[in-house]
């Protein structure tokens, strides 16, 4: 699998990684344009040129910056050059708000199967730090394993330190293919942290990446301090139900989960989107139905902006509704509870992560508050565009909506800075124990009372150099997907 992104700054280092954000079904995937070549069959090839041309044809038409696309892009160039190449690229200083996350990938059908959560993986999620300020090594933290995954099998457990790969160190020059290049088994030598630092040792894990299915609801707990009863929620993808699945089966969990909040009296609630790099509009409006205060019909959760070409065509097919998303009065719904909601971040918290925040603010006077590091930044919303005679096997996630709630407001395209700031650190706790320092931070917010140090000295903050997270489908974007294909313009 071969990925085309524009990276943020940050990650310069890395290769190269994909996210996303929808609003309808999930089950249907989004088809706008066939084969420029209307006589080819689905048995031959397509040509580079018949792959450049259907780029440029849906780009033209659902990208959001539509009118930013070079008026004569060079066609002879491979359909991934050839696609950044039309991008209204971001730059920090230059064009702050241009696009950091439309991508394209070879294949279509693992570009979706991400989406949903099912990639080939260890299980387990890391993030990467220099060893020290200034210094060329860099290590491996694990921030969580996913159960059943490789990963727990061979013992991974999170907080765990990894300083090699296939017994070769760590640099700045050379993680990016130890841990994503060829090979799927791979052997991790661990570090531990004494009272004189980090030390290497020689316990190595051994862990061969499957295709897996990711549950992206993690754990939930609820903890009863005083008269504070705290409902917890550890959510790592914004994804309805598994690839290839009709049964919104994640989607249910969080109901059912909501449900037992309600039933044990839940009054303040702490949303864990740590590890959330985002996902689909519809589960992002689910979780806003199960805590927004007063809803009602049609109460908005999100307005979607698209260009000014297919505005009219969208309205026309789909209605005005189609710009909308609307809460849901759920049965299960805690909003009449709470006093206020408080959401665990890091800079992976982004896109659907970033909608439930800005989503939620209007019906909780504005009582969201966030806990940790600001977050990624990202207002706009994408669609998986493929096409359905499978000649071109490409697929595109182009950015082509920016995001509003019911205030009109979307103010959030360097993320959302945190009530109370602070990073992790190197010794991690599991999630969901009232010590860990992000759950505890919270448990103070609510209660008053502090189950644990609010910076421990051994806790030393290392330069990030990147995270898997980030690479996650999903990851640092929103997606749609829709009942049925979109229209094209007429000319």
Same mark, same amino acid.
């Given at each position: 699998?071969?990925?085309?992104?524009?990276?943020?700054?940050?990650?310069?280092?890395?290769?190269?990684?994909?996210?996303?954000?929808?609003?309808?079904?999930?089950?249907?995937?989004?088809?706008?344009?066939?084969?420029?070549?209307?006589?080819?069959?689905?048995?031959?090839?397509?040509?580079?040129?018949?792959?450049?041309?259907?780029?440029?044809?849906?780009?033209?038409?659902?990208?959001?910056?539509?009118?930013?696309?070079?008026?004569?892009?060079?066609? &002879?160039?491979?359909? *991934?050059?050839?696609?950044?190449?039309?991008? #209204? /690229?971001? =730059?920090? @200083?230059?064009?702050? $708000?241009?696009?950091?996350?439309?991508?394209?990938?070879?294949?279509?059908?693992?570009?979706?199967?991400?989406?949903?959560?099912?990639?080939?993986?260890?299980?387990?999620?890391?993030?990467?730090?220099?060893?020290?300020?200034?210094?060329?090594?860099?290590?491996?933290?694990?921030?969580?394993?996913?159960?059943?995954?490789? &990963?727990?099998?061979? *013992?991974?457990?999170?907080?765990?330190?990894? #300083? /090699?790969? =296939?017994? @070769?160190?760590?640099? $700045?020059?050379?993680?990016?293919?130890?841990?994503?290049?060829?090979?799927?088994?791979?052997?991790?030598?661990?570090?531990?942290?004494?009272?004189?630092?980090?030390?290497?040792?020689?316990?190595?894990?051994?862990?061969?990446?499957?295709?897996?299915?990711?549950?992206?609801?993690?754990?939930?707990?609820?903890?009863?301090?005083?008269?504070?009863?705290?409902?917890?929620?550890?959510?790592?993808?914004?994804?309805?139900?598994?690839?290839?699945?009709?049964?919104?089966?994640?989607?249910?969990?969080?109901?059912?989960?909501?449900?037992?909040?309600?039933?044990?009296?839940?009054?303040?609630?702490?949303?864990?989107?740590?590890?959330?790099?985002?996902?689909?509009?519809?589960?992002?409006?689910?979780?806003?139905?199960?805590?927004?205060?007063?809803?009602?019909?049609?109460?908005?959760?999100?307005?979607?902006?698209?260009?000014?070409?297919?505005?009219?065509?969208?309205?026309?097919?789909?209605?005005?509704?189609?710009?909308?998303?609307?809460?849901?009065?759920?049965?299960?719904?805690?909003?009449?509870?709470?006093?206020?909601?408080?959401?665990?971040?890091?800079?992976?918290?982004?896109?659907?992560?970033?909608?439930?925040?800005?989503?939620?603010?209007?019906?909780?006077?504005?009582?969201?508050?966030?806990?940790?590091?600001?977050?990624?930044?990202?207002?706009?919303?994408?669609?998986?565009?493929?096409?359905?005679?499978?000649?071109?096997?490409?697929?595109?996630?182009?950015?082509?909506?920016?995001?509003?709630?019911?205030?009109?407001?979307?103010?959030?395209?360097?993320?959302?800075?945190?009530?109370?700031?602070?990073?992790?650190?190197?010794?991690?706790?599991?999630?969901?124990?009232?010590?860990?320092?992000?759950?505890?931070?919270?448990?103070?917010?609510?209660?008053?009372?502090?189950?644990?140090?609010?910076?421990?000295?051994?806790?030393?903050?290392?330069?990030?150099?990147?995270?898997?997270?980030?690479?996650?489908?999903?990851?640092?974007?929103?997606?749609?997907?829709?009942?049925?294909?979109?229209?094209?313009?007429?000319?």
């Amino acid at each position: 699998m071969r990925t085309f992104r524009v990276l943020r700054p940050a990650l310069l280092l890395a290769v190269s990684g994909a996210f996303l954000m929808t609003s309808c079904k999930k089950e249907n995937d989004v088809t706008p344009a066939q084969s420029s070549n209307p006589s080819s069959t689905t048995s031959a090839v397509a040509t580079t040129s018949e792959v450049n041309n259907w780029i440029l044809e849906n780009m033209k038409v659902y990208y959001y910056w539509n009118d930013k696309i070079p008026a004569n892009p060079d066609k &002879a160039q491979t359909p *991934g050059t050839f696609f950044e190449s039309l991008l #209204y /690229k971001y =730059n920090v @200083t230059s064009n702050p $708000t241009g696009d950091r996350f439309s991508w394209i990938q070879e294949s279509a059908d693992e570009l979706k199967a991400g989406l949903s959560g099912e990639s080939k993986t260890t299980g387990m999620e890391f993030k990467l730090y220099l060893r020290t300020s200034g210094s060329q090594d860099v290590i491996g933290q694990v921030l969580y394993v996913l159960p059943g995954s490789p &990963a727990a099998q061979a *013992g991974m457990k999170r907080g765990n330190i990894f #300083y /090699k790969v =296939n017994n @070769t160190a760590l640099t $700045t020059t050379n993680y990016s293919d130890l841990l994503y290049g060829a090979g799927d088994t791979k052997t991790y030598t661990l570090a531990k942290i004494d009272n004189t630092g980090l030390v290497n040792t020689d316990e190595t894990k051994s862990i061969t990446s499957v295709v897996f299915q990711e549950n992206p609801v993690y754990m939930d707990s609820v903890y009863t301090i005083g008269a504070k009863k705290i409902g917890y929620l550890v959510y790592n993808q914004f994804v309805p139900g598994p690839n290839g699945s009709s049964v919104a089966t994640y989607d249910q969990q969080l109901d059912a989960i909501f449900g037992k909040f309600k039933s044990k009296g839940v009054n303040e609630l702490v949303l864990d989107f740590r590890y959330n790099p985002g996902g689909y509009v519809s589960s992002a409006t689910l979780i806003g139905s199960l805590i927004a205060k007063n809803v009602a019909t049609k109460s908005v959760f999100v307005r979607k902006e698209w260009n000014a070409l297919i505005t009219p065509e969208l309205q026309k097919q789909y209605g005005a509704d189609f710009f909308y998303d609307y809460l849901q009065q759920k049965a299960n719904n805690i909003g009449a509870n709470l006093n206020q909601v408080y959401v665990l971040t890091t800079g992976s918290t982004a896109s659907a992560s970033e909608l439930v925040i800005n989503g939620l603010k209007p019906y909780m006077n504005q009582q969201v508050y966030t806990i940790g590091q600001t977050t990624y930044g990202k207002n706009v919303g994408s669609i998986t565009i493929s096409d359905n005679t499978k000649r071109i096997k490409w697929g595109m996630q182009p950015i082509v909506s920016k995001s509003f709630n019911k205030d009109n407001q979307s103010d959030y395209s360097t993320g959302f800075k945190p009530k109370v700031e602070f990073s992790e650190g190197l010794s991690l706790k599991p999630l969901g124990d009232i010590t860990e320092k992000y759950l505890a931070e919270a448990i103070y917010q609510i209660t008053g009372t502090r189950t644990a140090r609010r910076a421990a000295t051994e806790d030393k903050v290392l330069p990030s150099v990147g995270s898997s997270v980030e690479r996650k489908a999903g990851g640092s974007n929103m997606f749609y997907s829709l009942p049925r294909p979109l229209p094209m313009p007429a000319n």
